[in-house]
């Protein structure tokens, strides 16, 4: 590990920045990843890349129709699960080349240890800010540019991907079944939960101090601002799709923290409700309802790791 502390100006003089400097601009790294992140999710409409999930609900058996009698429990077809797949989030890495250090002047400077001052190069730069900031970005916090799971539409100080839900979990709904309507539609659902994709949106700037570099002239000189952020940018924007073991990556209950809510699969739990209806003496029918209480079959969460 070769992390170095960067040269800045102290009223004239050459000062090595302190922890909380260091620290600052690794929070600036998470920043400006916001702005333009390498790691993307999008809403699809089916064969997504991430980990198809399912919702299953309960559904009425067929009914069933007797020209003498009614047909018995063990006759009559039993309630039957339905299985929904969603298959909706795809992960986008960008195509990024490393970024070019002509005639090693594009990293901050350093004293060497010698007396010397030289300038750092891209594994200085990786060790310094890029691999902690990282860290930070697949902590499971709202972090600038990553994304999450919501169960509204909105969500303060996020970007809503797309008004299509990513998972929807479905009950039967027991009101809709009806004896005096029997044979009912087999399959009578109700929503119990919508699950939206959500990304972060970049925050306020952290304060940072900006560093010396050498400039063509050989001579030291500050960064621009914004040099100095494009410089970052370009950097972890690079190494999180690029870096074995930094590379950011999402996946549905895979490795590393969890990312909004948990999408929740419920279903009722009865064996079915046996239900009668008489027509008339040339015609009993039959047929088991759904019923039971809701338990979680299934909780399935965004992930986010450093791979």
């Known amino acids: 590990m070769a ?92 195509t990024l080349s490393t970024p070019t250090d002509t005639n090693n002047k594009l990293y901050p400077v350093y004293y060497d240890g010698s007396g010397s001052i030289q300038a750092m190069n891209a594994t200085d730069i990786f060790d310094t800010f890029m691999s902690q900031a990282i860290d930070s970005l697949v ?81 030291l000189q500050i960064y621009t601002a914004s040099n100095f952020d494009a410089m970052l940018l370009a950097e972890i924007r690079h190494h999180t799709v690029n870096t074995s073991g930094s590379t950011i990556a999402y996946s549905i209950n895979g490795s590393g923290n969890n990312r909004g809510s948990g999408m929740v699969d419920t279903r009722l739990n009865g064996g079915g409700n046996y239900q009668q209806r008489f027509v008339n003496t040339n015609d009993y029918r039959t047929q088991e309802f759904p019923n039971g209480s809701p338990q979680t079959i299934n909780t399935y969460f965004l992930k986010i790791t450093r791979s």
């Open 3 to 94: 992390a170095r502390r960067p040269l800045y100006n102290d009223g004239g003089n050459l000062r090595e920045m302190t922890s909380a400097m260091i620290t600052a601009i690794q929070n600036r790294c998470v920043y400006v990843y916001g702005s333009d992140p390498s790691v993307t999710l999008s809403v699809v409409g089916s064969s997504g890349t991430l980990a198809a999930i399912t919702d299953t609900r309960l559904q009425a058996g067929a009914g069933t129709t007797d020209v003498t009698n009614f047909d018995t429990p063990g006759e009559t077809p039993n309630v039957s699960t339905v299985t929904v797949t969603y298959d909706k989030i795809s992960q986008t890495n960008a």
């Open 139 to 219: 902590d499971g916090t709202d972090r600038d540019g990553t994304f999450r799971i919501h169960t509204a539409t909105s969500l303060s100080d996020h970007t809503l991907i797309s008004s299509t839900p990513v998972f929807t979990d479905t009950r039967a709904d027991v009101s809709a079944y009806a004896a005096g309507s029997i044979p009912e539609t087999k399959d009578q659902p109700t929503t119990i939960n919508n699950y939206y994709l959500f990304r972060t949106n970049q925050g306020a700037a952290p304060s940072i101090t900006v560093p010396f570099q050498i400039n063509s002239d050989n001579d």
